[in-house]
């Protein structure tokens, strides 16, 4: 069974592909740039060119697919109806998760803990050995900051406002992730710890 991954090189979409080849499952991955993202993903993923931005040109990287993993990094409003109508044409039954039981299913995850941007600092300090201070922005430097890289001043209102005044929903810590995989989400202290390297000498 193989599974068409979008955003497979991203943040998000290269663990799913890990996950799958570690699984046996076949994996093909969406890039737009196969050489590079050879480079970028384990043995055993099959790359092919094209962005989940122009659905209309996947028609070949769905065909012999099953399953459709859609991690897209803007406008999935505008692109996820299409891609998806496009791989139900193609014969793809759009799954997200290997195991029965799932299909159809919208699953709200969180990780093992809620902490705030103070006590994550915390410990990221503690990884590093280095001392890093907490600073508090204003509403509008953190606005100014994130305008200055692109995001519309909508967004950036947008997000800004999401993360000084979170709601109850996202800060409230639930058990999906152990449910849906049986594994215990890793702690913000381990993901620290397993990239503290990286944070020493940042790229
Ligand atoms: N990472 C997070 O912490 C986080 C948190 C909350 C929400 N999200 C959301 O989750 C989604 C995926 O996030 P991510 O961090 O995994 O994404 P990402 O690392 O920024 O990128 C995902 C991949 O999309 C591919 N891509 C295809 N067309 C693109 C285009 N026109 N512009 C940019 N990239 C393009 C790129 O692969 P190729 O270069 O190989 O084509 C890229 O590696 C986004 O919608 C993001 O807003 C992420």
Known sequence: MTTLVTGATGNTGRHVVAELLRRGQGVRALTRDPVAAARLLPAGAEMVAGTHTEPERLDDA????SRLHIT?????????PELVRRAVGAGVAAAALLDDGHAGRAYHLTGYEALTPRE??????EAVERKIDFVAITHEQAVERLTAT???RADAEYV?????????DSTTVVDTVQRVTGRTPRTFAQWVNDHAERFRSPR
């Open 62 to 65: 769905l065909r012999g697919v």
């Open 72 to 80: 897209v990094t803007a406008g999935l409003a505008e692109v996820g």
């Open 120 to 125: 994550r600092i915390t410990l990221l300090s």
């Open 150 to 152: 692109g995001v519309s």
């Open 160 to 168: 800004v406002g999401w993360y000084a005044r979170p709601t109850e």
